[in-house]
């Protein structure tokens, strides 16, 4: 599955009914790019004005092509190319109105997975023709990126024996086999064996040959992301994060952010941060990547907003340690407190807003206390993080001081706790009426500005925002 988020994906579509269904892919898949017919279409990512040609080009560069279009006209497109199997891209055909999840090639590239990726979007069952496929759960030709198949001429005949009823059993660590439905039994005669690049126990040639065995090679993926979990719930996690987390060897971040996508966990290992040293373990996380695992440093809401992102950053270029240069690093983002809390109330944050931590152990009070008063007099919206701990509980009244120096006690506020987690609270205030014990570290408040509305909703409760006109 970690095969195909890597490659690109190109989504073609013919006619501009077709457009909001391609839009639908393309914002699933970070390197997917809509393709739309010239004078047909319009809003795509890139026009293109002959078909076939941009098909067959798309298609001899390896990219993966999804088809808004019906599968006979992808098929004769491309079928003057199709001589090798083993390099061939996934092609699937969608049925306009997302009712049909065609793969068509590729099953050496996953095309069974993206079809299953993008079945899921329209809620229908993919059309998997391929037997182990289907079988098994598991495409034992299309392994994830971090994994080789050295004797793929020997995986017709392995494979033909399992769906004939053979049993297999596996020898080393294969996490994306682990939910598949494969005949399993220790005695079994098919093998399915892991190696580690550089144990020097698979070479192909040693191999070759033995249909009874197919061998994997694990290869060092170097890979560090950074990524955010959202505030708590796993509908607010990503599709990207998820994936992320799923394919790592290893994940990294405090116990309470770690207890949020335990759920995920197959056989990942874990590092669990104890105290505050954070610098140091963002080394950490670059050291385990540079000895080749895949490590996923998990942050609560966004990791660029007062997180793990920017102390990795900055332990990279104090450091500038040679052996982190080859590492693959991704920054995945999150739903951050602020837009969670935002989404309960309706719209604070519509207009100009900013976003200023409390905490004082990485800035002085000084600096925190002109930034509210200068976005207090800019009347700005503000996002209040980490208003209260145990040890800080002064803070908060003094920015509600400097906070009514220029607004008003009226001034509506957002105090919202827990989101996403068990004990949700959300509750809307004035500033004036803000009190220290309605806040603990794990709330975030909103500030209105000087236009922020509140008004009745039906159901007794309010919402909150603040209108985009400002004049
Ligand atoms: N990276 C996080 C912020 C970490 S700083 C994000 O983007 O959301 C920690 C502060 O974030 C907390 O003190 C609190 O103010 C806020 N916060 C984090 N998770 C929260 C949650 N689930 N509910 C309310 N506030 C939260």
Same mark, same amino acid.
């Given at each position: ?29 970070? *390197? ?51 001589? *090798? ?173 770690? *207890? ?46 007062y ?47 900013c976003a200023i931590s409390l905490s004082d152990i990485l800035k002085p009070w000084e600096t925190i206390a002109d930034r509210i008063a200068a976005a207090a007099q800019a009347d700005f919206?503000i996002a209040f993080y980490n208003p209260v701990s145990?040890?800080r509980t002064w803070q908060l009244d003094k920015a509600k001081a400097l906070l009514l120096n220029s607004r008003?006690?009226?001034t ?5 706790? *827990? ?12 500033l004036?009426?803000l009190?220290i014990?309605?806040a ?5 408040i909103?500030i ?24």
């Amino acid at each position: 599955m970690a095969a195909l988020t890597s490659s690109t994906i190109a989504v073609i579509v013919l006619s501009q009914a077709s457009i909001p269904i391609a839009r639908q892919i393309v914002n699933t898949f970070p *390197n997917a790019t809509l393709y739309g017919l010239e004078h047909r279409t319009h809003g795509a990512d890139r026009a293109f004005t002959q078909f076939g040609e941009t098909v067959r080009e798309l298609f001899s560069q390896g990219t993966a092509i999804v088809g808004i279009c019906a599968a006979g006209i992808l098929i004769r497109t491309v079928a003057p190319l199709l001589n *090798n199997k083993w390099q061939e891209p996934p092609v699937l055909a969608i049925a306009e109105d997302g009712s049909a999840v065609v793969p068509l090639l590729g099953g050496l590239q996953g095309v069974n997975d993206l079809a299953r990726q993008i079945a899921a979007i329209f809620e229908v069952a993919p059309a998997i023709t391929t037997s182990g496929d289907i079988r098994f759960r598991t495409a034992l030709l299309a392994p994830p990126k971090e994994y080789r198949l050295l004797n793929p001429d020997d995986a017709k005949t392995f494979l033909a024996d399992l769906l004939a009823g053979a049993t297999v059993k596996i020898e080393g660590d294969a996490p994306w086999l682990v939910e598949s439905q494969l005949p399993i039994a220790p005695d079994a005669r098919l093998t399915i064996k892991i190696t580690e690049q550089g144990d020097g126990s698979a070479e192909p040639k040693g191999s070759a040959g033995r249909a009874d065995c197919l061998v994997y090679q694990r290869t060092s993926i170097k890979r560090l992301a950074i990524v955010g979990t959202g505030p708590g719930s796993a509908e607010w996690m990503s599709p990207q994060v998820k994936e992320v987390l799923r394919s790592a060897t290893d994940w990294i971040g405090y116990q309470t952010y770690l *207890n949020l996508v335990e759920p995920l966990r197959t056989t990942q290992r874990l590092h669990v941060f104890d105290n505050r040293e954070e610098l140091e373990r963002a080394a950490l996380a670059l050291d385990l990547a540079a000895e080749g695992r895949s490590v996923v440093m998990v942050s609560s809401g966004d990791p660029g907003i007062y997180a793990m992102a920017a102390a990795v950053f900055e332990v990279l270029e104090r450091d500038q340690k040679p052996d982190w240069s080859a590492i693959d690093l991704q920054v995945c983002p999150g739903i951050s407190a602020m837009q969670a809390a935002a989404a309960q109330v309706g719209a604070p944050l519509g207009h100009d807003f900013c976003a200023i931590s409390l905490s004082d152990i990485l800035k002085p009070w000084e600096t925190i206390a002109d930034r509210i008063a200068a976005a207090a007099q800019a009347d700005f919206a503000i996002a209040f993080y980490n208003p209260v701990s145990k040890t800080r509980t002064w803070q908060l009244d003094k920015a509600k001081a400097l906070l009514l120096n220029s607004r008003s006690p009226d001034t509506p506020i957002v105090l919202a706790r *827990n989101l996403g987690r068990p004990g949700q609270q959300t509750q809307v205030k004035k500033l004036g009426d803000l009190a220290i014990d309605d806040a603990d570290m794990r709330t975030v408040i909103l500030i209105g500005s000087s236009k922020t509305r509140v008004i009745d909703r039906a159901d007794g409760g309010v919402w909150v925002y603040t209108p985009r006109r400002y004049d």
